[in-house]
């Protein structure tokens, strides 16, 4: 199943993509956090809802908003964790590359979401190196902790395609990740999600970002060095995962910061951000 939100008339909306139309689901739950609280038997509802509602709204005339506009915390991150993207990252800062021998963790703040195909504002006053970076991201079903491996991927509600926007001169000049990652709308998030069953394998599914219709990231050949298991595993050592979490797992190589020379957004700019049976992201980057 699709599960998305989207505007009616104002108010944030729960639907379902039944075809080419969506399926009000505010029947069942006021949004998809509550929904997702709810577990089996709310999808049990939703399934029951799908078969008998009679009327949908055409997915051409709908706005998309994030499927979790407000989370409840931070959208948790992994950083270099494809080892192509990890060799770019070192080489482009002149530094050796090594072996990542445990994941980078950081954080988004929640004000970052935006919807699928939202404008994100560019503001040079702030940053002047906006970069991409395309991501499956992964939604936590119910609360986890201490899970090992074998146990892990059964915590997952469902996947959706992110976009980490960055700015790299703010993640340089502060010696860490977060402020630059943080900038409020650089967190486009859709457009929507997937539920876990109707997804066989996470890590078979390619991952492509385009600017201006020039294929820059394609993970075709790469793979993540610590798979949905493992981030499950180690994140939950520590941390009860909570049902509606946004766990983002790295992109792959062709950001922009490392390129020959390096290539940042500018106004104008539209990237694609698409994720093989999950969906697309289009957002034009606009100034401020």
């Known amino acids: 199943m699709n599960l998305l939100t989207y505007d009616h008339h104002g108010h944030p909306t729960p639907g379902l993509l ?10 069942v739950a006021p949004d998809l956090l509550t929904l997702i ?14 078969k008998t509602a009679s009327d949908a709204l055409p997915l051409a005339g709908a706005r998309l908003l994030a499927p979790i506009p407000i989370p409840r915390r931070n959208v948790i991150c992994l950083g270099k964790n494809y080892a192509e993207h990890a060799r770019e990252s070192y080489e ?9 021998e445990y994941p980078v963790i950081f954080t988004k703040a929640t004000t970052t979401i935006s919807g699928p195909y939202d404008d994100i504002a560019i503001d ?23 899970a090992n491996r074998a146990e892990a991927l059964a915590a997952v509600f469902g996947y959706t395609v992110l976009n980490d926007v960055t700015a790299r001169d703010l993640q340089n000049l502060h010696k860490q990740f977060h402020i630059g990652k943080s900038l409020d709308g650089c967190c486009p998030i859709g457009p929507w999600i997937v539920t876990a069953d109707a997804v066989a394998d996470p890590h078979a599914l390619r991952i492509t970002c385009r600017v201006n219709g020039e294929l820059r990231q394609d993970s075709a050949g790469e793979v993540m060095t610590f798979d949905i298991p493992a981030i499950i595993e180690i ?5 009860t995962l909570l049902p509606g979490d946004i766990i983002a797992t790295g992109t792959p190589s062709g950001v922009g910061f490392a390129r ?8 104008g700019d539209v990237v694609e951000s698409d994720i093989a049976g999950i969906g697309t992201l289009r957002n034009r980057f606009v100034a401020l």
């Open 124 to 146: 040079d006053a702030v940053s002047a190196q906006m970069d991409y970076e395309v991501e499956l991201a992964f939604i936590i079903g119910r609360p986890t902790r201490r």
């Open 235 to 239: 994140l939950s050592r520590t941390m």
């Open 260 to 267: 020959k020379p390096p290539v940042f957004l500018r106004p």
């Open 92 to 100: 482009a800062r002149g530094e050796q590359v090594v072996t990542t």
């Open 37 to 50: 609280d709810g577990g089996a038997a709310a999808l049990a509802r939703v399934r029951a809802l799908a």
């Open 18 to 27: 039944r075809g080419e139309a969506i399926v009000d689901l505010s029947p």
